[in-house]
């Protein structure tokens, strides 16, 4: 317990944590509720974590327990006074000085200010608690992710509609992926897009994935704080064999990276992709292919 000893004096919440470590001989409890992330870990996995010098919290967008998680986990670093940056995909560039200007005082306006509404992306609720953490302990908020009308550029200009050619050396999107990655990048574009697309049509796509990953660590390459850095992203960026961290150790070779990739019960993502997996209950959501499925099964005019 020596090892854990700053840990047990700082966060109270942990205490209960080495307690239930102890009687359970170090069992790791891999399906629970958000609220319960001290049984989500083992003590490897925490000491991991806590280590590291950038933590992804990899989740589906509208679980409530895998935001409850990514809560709790700036709560832990937050604490320990080490939280120095939050990488949010869920919002683009061109609204950092909307970041940068956020406080206690500005969080009630946040959601207008971002435009949420029109983003695209699920009920802002699920999202509040995690900036009002990153607020709380005065993180460099950090605007990660393309605008979405830069992603319909990059399939006209490539990647020089984001990055500098420097850049793009720096960050390795001058050179392939490995087989293997690209192949499991692909699938996951097909995946997402419900079996649907063609596949010559997928390819066409990767180059926006590979820019979105880039782009989110670029931002924190340059907006980063001296201290941790968590990123709040999909599961499929927090992937370290062709999302960010595979940007983030060309941009610092030696870089600290714990990649936590969330799930829900019955799906079988793949483990290698990350260096934990937490499995959490599933939620009740209209099936998301249905309108893709009508928009492709309309006549072509």
């Given amino acids: ?10 966060v ?5 944590w080495l307690l239930l470590l102890a009687l359970t001989g170090g069992a790791c409890v891999s399906t629970q509720p958000a609220d319960e992330l001290v049984e989500l870990m083992s003590a490897e996995q925490l000491r991991a974590m806590i280590e590291a010098d950038v933590i992804l919290l990899g989740e589906q967008h509208d679980n409530p327990h895998h935001h409850g998680i990514q809560r709790q986990v700036l709560d832990l670093i937050g604490q320990r006074s080490e939280l120095g940056s939050v990488v949010f995909e869920q919002a683009h560039w061109k609204q950092q000085p909307v970041l940068n200007a956020l406080n206690n005082r500005s ?7 971002l435009k949420w509404e029109s983003s695209g992306w699920p009920d802002y609720q699920l999202y509040e608690p995690v900036f009002m953490a990153a607020t709380r302990y005065k993180a460099q908020m950090i605007a990660g992710n393309i605008a979405p009308e830069t992603s319909k550029i990059i399939h006209q200009k490539g990647y020089d509609a984001v990055f500098t050619p420097d850049e ?16 499991a990048l692909e699938q996951e574009i097909f995946e997402g897009h419900c079996r649907l697309l063609p596949k010559d049509h997928v390819r066409t796509m990767v180059p926006v994935q590979r820019a979105r990953d880039a782009a989110m660590a670029l931002a924190w390459h340059r907006l980063h704080k001296k201290n941790k850095t968590v990123f709040i992203v999909g599961a499929g960026h927090a992937r370290k064999d062709f999302g960010i961290p595979w940007y983030l150790k060309r941009l610092k070779p030696g870089l600290k990276i714990y990649s936590i990739g969330m799930t829900e019960t019955g799906a079988e993502p793949r483990s290698e992709a990350y260096d934990q997996i937490i499995t959490t209950p599933p939620v009740e959501r209209e099936d998301p292919c249905v309108g893709l499925k009508e928009k492709f099964s309309k006549p072509k005019s």
């Fill in 107 to 113: 969080l009630g306006e946040l959601k207008q200010n």
């Fill in 1 to 10: 317990m020596g090892q854990y000893a700053k840990l047990f004096q700082e």
């Fill in 12 to 16: 109270p919440v942990l205490r209960l």
């Fill in 168 to 183: 793009q050396k720096k960050l390795g999107l001058d050179v392939s992926l490995e087989p293997e990655a690209q192949a």
